[in-house]
């Protein structure tokens, strides 16, 4: 057996081999496949045109926007989570998040051994520094994933022992991803400016802003696990520290807001639909102020595309106009008294089609479709004019209700007429956004309180980007209307990073699928634990509304079950998701080959 799967592992190792080198090929790099080894790495450029390839290595549209490993559709989101949200996959024979993940890390490990002997370390020091952000990168892939991994910081041959070692455990792995990345931080440019050849490579910032995500990760992961106390605050009390660093560099602002303006460009001119436009940011014309990529100081880290070179080549819009979300998501948005549905006067129920969209927080209207009150565009439904005009107008949709989720995306869809797959928006890697959240649940979890200048420096930032009437979320509003601080920071995460493939892995590390996945608690009543107990996923109110009663009804007529307060059931499958689920399992052919490579817990 032994000598079989040592010959397993030959054609393993060989396969690796060779996806390294292939990767070169289609990075616009040199063939490095084509020079000996002893007359590379001879110049500062040389590592740096290795390094190159590392950038195809970061989320994107063509690896991140449809089902993944971390895809918003395998949780409370849309698509009924699918059989990863239900807890019914099986152990696979093979897994590519573990193969390329491992290949990506030896070609960081390449770089990072030909650099330890390299005569001129000033000169390559950034390059040496990318390689351990990226080794960092794949690492923690390989975390949320998968915990514990094999963990390997040196090329292998075909005899190495490594190849027949045990994994290492959780925390060595979090400490070699923060060991790498708090190594890479001092050596990475602090800036790079917009106009710069090197745009788009790995910043101080960058680094920063993804440790802090990091040890947000873990600190949260032991922390709800009841594991590690002394552990886990210190990985939030650095978590917020990064955090901070990044907001404290005055590099970054959210778009649409003065702040940003003053780093350059105007985007408040869009004013609150700066929240939509944001993501379908073109350099073509792609908002009616003609606002392009050079006024957006929020992507921290982006995979760049453009119209000419670097279209984005899958269906962004049209695959992102057929995702409903549930209406779990859409009940979590508050109204513009800062209170959730369940507790403000000022929500309007859902007797009427679009009904629950007035007095809400401005975020719902630019994120989904306002149901059957206004006309909307996509690439095949652009705008003429953009002045709103008839020409306009009849050249969009309508909103009629015509699923029984109810509810349709607008995110990522384009407004200007474009081919299919040729929108060349950028993809957000780490978003200032997601900094500014991080900053507010590290500093809350570590003490189970915070200040109302950190929510005013982090939360209500985000918060009020489009919503300058609501109140901010302080201490004193907490108190005076009975809101639970953990709820609403969480509520913020869930609204602001929709479909930007966090939910799935927030619900993992928050150890908090009993209520997220298996069941609905509190029906129509985001939060409210008290209202009842459904199936999930729920499309809209069905019962004695619009869509079962009034004009433009639902028509056929629904079969769908409904749950306890009239919503449409859409999905009654039975969810088993239990803690193995918690992580992916290792893929059997891995087992084979390395017998000391123990499964994951339950699988």
């Known amino acids: 057996m032994k000598k079989l799967n040592r010959n397993m592992l030959y054609c393993t190792a060989l396969i690796l081999i060779a996806f390294q080198w292939g990767c070169n090929k289609v990075t616009n790099l040199e063939p490095l496949d084509t020079l000996a080894d002893a007359a590379y790495f001879k110049t500062p450029n040389d590592f740096k045109t290795w390094a190159n390839q590392y950038y195809s290595y970061l989320h994107n549209f063509g690896n991140s926007f449809a089902d993944n490993a971390h895809y918003d559709g395998r949780a409370d989101v849309f698509n009924g989570g699918g059989t990863y949200g239900a807890g019914i996959n099986t152990v696979p024979a093979t897994d590519n998040n573990w193969t390329n993940n491992y290949a990506n890390i ?57 190849l027949y070692g045990p994994k290492a455990d959780r925390d060595a792995i979090a400490d070699q991803i923060i060991s790498d990345l708090e190594a890479a931080i001092p050596n990475l440019p602090a800036s790079i400016l917009a106009n710069s050849p090197d745009y788009g490579r790995v910043s101080r910032t960058a680094a920063q802003a993804f440790l802090g995500r990091v040890a947000l990760y873990e600190g949260t992961w032991l922390k709800f ?65 003609g606002v392009n990529k050079v006024a957006n100081h929020e992507y921290v880290l982006a995979y760049r595309y453009d119209d000419v070179s670097k279209v984005i080549n899958i269906n962004v819009s049209r695959q992102g106009w057929q995702i409903g979300p549930q209406h779990k998501f859409v009940n979590a948005f508050l109204c513009q008294d800062g209170l959730p549905i369940e507790k403000s006067p000022l929500f309007q129920g859902f007797q009427q089609y679009g009904s629950e969209f007035t007095n809400r ?87 189970e309180a915070i200040s109302d200048a950190d929510l005013d420096k982090s939360l209500n930032v985000v918060r009020l980007r489009v919503n300058k009437n609501m109140p901010k979320l302080s201490n004193g509003f907490v108190s005076a209307n009975g809101l639970d601080f953990r709820t609403e920071i969480r509520r913020e995460r869930f609204i602001e990073l929709y479909y930007e493939n966090f939910r799935f892995d927030d619900i993992k590390r928050w150890h908090s699928a009993a209520t997220d996945l298996v069941t609905n608690v509190g029906g129509t009543a985001y939060g409210n634990a008290a209202a009842f107990v459904s199936p999930w996923p729920i499309g809209i109110k069905y019962k004695g509304t619009q869509a079962e009663l009034g004009p433009n009804a639902l028509s056929p007529k629904p079969t769908n079950g409904l749950d306890a307060n009239g919503n449409l059931i859409l999905d009654n499958t039975g969810r088993q998701f239990t803690e193995k689920n918690y992580l992916y399992p290792i893929p059997s052919s891995q087992l084979v080959l390395n017998p000391k490579l123990v499964q994951n817990p339950g699988w």
């Open 225 to 289: 696990r009841n594991l590690s106390p002394t552990r886990y605050k210190a990985l939030l009390d650095k978590s917020a520290a990064a955090s901070n660093a990044v907001i404290t560099s005055n590099q970054f602002a959210l778009f649409g807001t003065a702040a940003s303006n003053a780093l350059g460009g105007n985007s408040t001119i869009l004013g609150d639909s700066a929240q939509k436009y944001l993501f379908i940011l073109e350099n073509p014309k792609s908002n009616p102020a």
């Open 106 to 162: 030896r070609n960081c490990n390449y770089l990072l051994e030909k650099a330890a002997g390299y005569s001129d370390q000033a000169g390559i020091a950034q390059f040496v520094a990318e390689a351990k952000f990226f080794r960092a990168y794949c690492y923690f892939e390989l975390l949320q994933l998968f915990g514990g991994v094999p963990l390997v910081t040196k090329t292998l041959d075909l005899n190495s022992p490594e």
């Open 361 to 447: 927080d401005n975020r719902l209207k630019y994120t989904i479709r306002v149901m059957n009150s206004y006309y909307w565009y996509g690439n095949s439904n652009g705008r003429i004019t953009w002045l709103n005009d008839a020409p306009d107008i009849n050249n969009s949709f309508s909103g009629k209700v015509t699923q029984i989720a109810g509810y349709t995306n607008q995110k990522w869809i384009a407004e200007r007429s474009v081919p299919d797959t040729k929108e060349s928006y950028d993809y957000p890697v780490i978003r200032y956004a997601e900094v500014l959240l991080n900053y507010a649940e590290a500093v809350y979890e570590s003490n």
